[in-house]
């Protein structure tokens, strides 16, 4: 019936149209028939359009409503999955587990909470990291858990990485990490005043790219961080400042900082530990030709006790920054290969025996200062071992009554300066090169 109506319609708007245009004249034997098919295309024109748009709303509204379907089943799996993740038996809260990690990959619009969910799990304090007898069962869950979360950091092209969510630890209590070979591209990594126990956190081979890793105001007790063959790359930052290191080792040989990357472990209490840049195991070319800081380490304001910090297997292009570091009963050396516009700052204040070594190596840097502080005679020890002056500055001040000795040991033609900011307390140790040239001010 409605296509009649309009069918008529159609045909009495073109015969009138047709009549007024020809001036009311009598139309010819052609006319009529025209005006029919013309009528009977618009009307089939017109249903088959209406027939399209009511296909259409009716596609939209089935589309909605298998969304709400679906969004509907998205959401009974997150009740679900949370409801086992806080079950009291380990095997539920597993299978919790893998449910959330599961469905972080099926949902990609609530990616963000199921992320959140197993973030604020391994966030939960356990009571087995001061035991004897660990809960085995939930030492399972939490290595699958961090399985899972390395697993969705290894590729920041894949459709389930969790590259742009927030990835936020702090205040958890670890003793287990493996996060080796995770790509970090612009990811920010958050494990603020932590505690890590009886353990190891595993990064190693891991790529950063203007990316941040934070273990601001953490504590470390008999725990070991292996990042061997980490590189920076970007402007990263690595930052463990304002942390506390109690008889702990950082395995951090094989290292490549870049330029604008940096490596940060300001105002900490480190004692009893090893911030090893060098690995024990490694033969030294070999660590050489993969251990470089182009950017900055940077200790300012920590206190190092009983601590060893080696790093005469690096190359140094960057900045070494020890300024105002207090040091008792500690070991250090530095990058044994020192060039470009480098900068190496080793004020230290030494509070009990320091003992530096510089070389055997090369300086072709720009700076390299020794202008220690401290008020206990006897302290400090600082000898350059067939050391090898090529260019730059190497300032000393002897003027403060820590020294204990200085060796000043040169090999080869000395290019660069030496300079020696007065004399020496007579009961200091002094050996200077024959050979070398210094400047006094």
């Known amino acids: 019936m409605a296509a009649v109506v309009l069918f008529v319609t159609f045909f009495l708007f073109l015969w009138t149209t047709v009549a007024i245009l020809s001036g009311f004249r009598a139309p010819n034997d052609k006319t009529l028939p025209a005006v029919l098919t013309a009528a009977v295309s618009l009307t089939a024109l017109t249903g088959a359009s209406l027939g399209a748009v009511y296909a259409f709303r009716k596609q939209v509204l089935a589309e909605r409503e298998g969304l709400r379907a679906d969004q509907q089943v998205y959401s009974d799996r997150y009740v679900k999955a949370a409801e086992l993740l806080s079950h009291e038996r380990p095997s539920a ?4 587990l893998h449910s959330m990690a599961v469905l972080a990959d099926d949902w990609l619009e ?3 909470p199921c992320v959140m969910a197993i973030c604020s799990y391994l966030r939960l304090p356990t009571l087995d990291l001061k035991s004897d007898t660990p809960d085995l069962g939930e030492s399972e869950v939490r290595r699958t858990a961090w399985k899972a979360v390395r697993a969705r950091l290894l590729d920041p092209g894949s459709s389930a990485a969790w590259h742009s969510q927030e990835l936020d630890f702090s205040g958890g209590h670890f003793n287990n990490v493996d996060l080796d070979q995770v790509k970090l591209d612009e990811v920010r990594l958050q494990f603020r005043n932590c505690v ?9 081979a891991a790529k950063l790219q203007d990316a941040v890793l934070d273990f601001t ?7 070991k961080i292996l990042m061997q063959g980490t590189e920076l790359g970007g402007e990263s930052v690595l930052c463990f400042d304002e942390a506390t290191v109690t008889e702990s080792a ?4 094989r290292m490549r900082i870049g330029s604008s990357s940096h490596f940060l472990l300001r105002q900490a209490q480190v004692s009893d530990s090893a911030l090893k840049f060098d690995a024990d195991s490694e033969v030294f070319f070999f660590q050489q030709r993969h251990s470089v800081i182009d950017g900055e380490v940077d200790l300012s304001e920590s206190r190092l006790s009983r601590t060893r910090l080696s790093m005469h297997a690096y190359k140094l292009t960057g900045r070494l920054v020890l300024n105002d570091v207090a040091t008792q009963k500690t070991k250090i050396s530095v990058p044994s290969q020192i060039s470009g516009d480098s900068y190496v700052n080793l004020d230290v204040k030494a509070d009990g025996p320091t003992e530096i070594r510089i070389g055997p190596g090369k300086f072709t840097g720009r700076d390299l200062r020794i202008r ?11 000898s350059f071992n067939t050391f090898h002056l090529a260019g730059g500055e190497v300032l000393i001040n002897p003027m403060v009554p820590c020294w204990k000795s200085f060796r000043f040991d040169m090999i080869h033609k000395q290019e660069g300066k030496l300079v020696i900011g007065g004399n ?3 009961d200091v140790e002094v050996d200077i090169d024959r050979f070398a040239e210094f400047e006094t001010y």
Request: no cysteine.
């Open 110 to 112: 609530g990616r963000t």
């Open 250 to 253: 950082f395995e951090l040989d």
């Open 93 to 96: 809260r597993l299978a919790g």
């Open 217 to 223: 105001g953490s504590s470390f007790h008999n725990f």
């Open 424 to 426: 020496f307390d007579t």
């Open 196 to 204: 890590f126990r009886n353990g190891e956190m595993r990064l190693r």
């Open 372 to 382: 220690p502080s401290g008020d206990t005679p006897g302290m400090l020890n600082v």
